[in-house]
């Protein structure tokens, strides 16, 4: 999309406005919504989805088995209960969020099967003009709002990560990803070989090894695991006790909170200890004498995700010969599946690259600003939401060592404060800034810290992501336990942001 600050003026007359846009109707976005209709019930929005209906990676992911691998009593949203088991499937997700959507009469907010493939703010106008296709009449109009809320994630959607390894041309079998999982894909009595060993992998795998002949995972290097059974005591007595549900759920995620700040403070200052109980937790599950190289990770606890594997199933899988794991890297593709740096020629009807995502960063949406193209790169955030010299903007970007809408609600709760502000002010733009005083001579560096968190798709695309300074304003430092305390008190008149 082209778009500049000029030629907007002559679009806006007889375009649709609206106060917000609110990008995607996944779990950021329903939550935002929500957020903004309690807290700003004056504001006029909208909220455009690519696909047919809610849900977003909840309704895009199709592969067998899939699931949450954050408990849904901190996963859920704090302004409604979660009742059922910690660990929950995309339809539970997707049953629960159809709930919030009823119950707030959001429905009526939605337009699906809309792809915005551009924006330009003016600031001769105070506002973007957002280019959106209708994708059921392939139609291209315009819609006018005062502030973008992107709610739309992290990772491409159309397509998920695959490495390119020699010879894939001459395997004879089936190659698939998780992300397009195809509806046709028959794996009963196959031979399945999944590449990649995260939290999709652990989902994956004992729901095909119910079926397959064999299913072997193969892991260039293995991965933290946490087996345990898929129920809260302590949600399941409450109830015993004839708890209300809302005091159930908001004892329940403090308690969730408490016990993973505790593991990841320890993942930090004892992680040899943490690794331990990690894969004593595993040992207890798997074969009399098993092999634990398959699953002792060579970084510490907590540089990358640790998957909740519900009820061992994953390990249960291995006890029964139905699944096995492979430690190595590969070397090539044959006809008949892989063949390892180690020698070890791995036989497979279909194959599997649970090998992960593709960065997007902000939909990957062409965006201007009074004419000039938007390089996310090249700014820096403002908390992880906003971006300096792009005004009226905010993207939900989670947390990956606790669940991602918990700063769905902090930030819903932010967002609503900068608007009650800058109507107090008169302001119609919000812009952030980096001080000429304080930040002269702020360092620069990456969004994340590759020695605090590294997964791959990060590490492989962080070079798009907009940068972080070394002050609490100027970066997303991935903890919630500060940030639940630091977001509702920041101070928004300390020169950061510029209201005009």
Partial sequence: MTMTAENTTAKNQGIE?????????GISGIGSAYHLQEQCPERTFVILENYETFGGTW?????????SDSDLYTFGY???PWVGAPIASSAEIKKYMGEVIKEADLDKHIRYRHRITGAAWSSLENRWTVEVLKLETNETFHITTNFLWMCQGYYKHSQGYTPEWPNMDSYKGRIVHPQTWPEDLDYANKKVLVIGSGATAATLVPAMAQTAEHVTVLQRSPTYFVPGRNVNELADTLRQLEIKEEWVHEIVRRKTLFDQQQVTINSVAYPEMVKEVLLG??????PEGYDMKHFTPKYR?????????PD???????????????TDEIETFTETGVRTKGGVDIEADIIVTATGFNLSVLGDIPMSVDGTPVDWAKTVTYRGMMFTGVPNLAWVFGYFRASWTLRVDLMGDFVARLFKLMDKKGAKRVTPRLREVEDK????GAWIDPENFNPNYLVRSQHLMPQSGDKPEWMHDQDYWKEKD???AANLEDGCLIFE
């Fill in 486 to 488: 630091i977001l509702p």
């Fill in 301 to 309: 606890p907590w540089q990358q995700r640790i998957a909740f594997v």
């Fill in 441 to 444: 001579d702020m360092k620069i």
């Fill in 59 to 67: 309704h895009m992911h199709r592969y067998p088995g899939v699931r």
């Fill in 312 to 326: 061992g199933d994953l390990f249960a899988g291995i006890r029964a010969g139905k699944a096995s794991m492979v």
């Fill in 78 to 80: 704090r302004f409604k």
């Fill in 17 to 25: 406005h609206f106060d917000v846009l609110i990008v995607g109707a």
């Fill in 281 to 286: 937790g595993v040992k207890e599950l798997l």
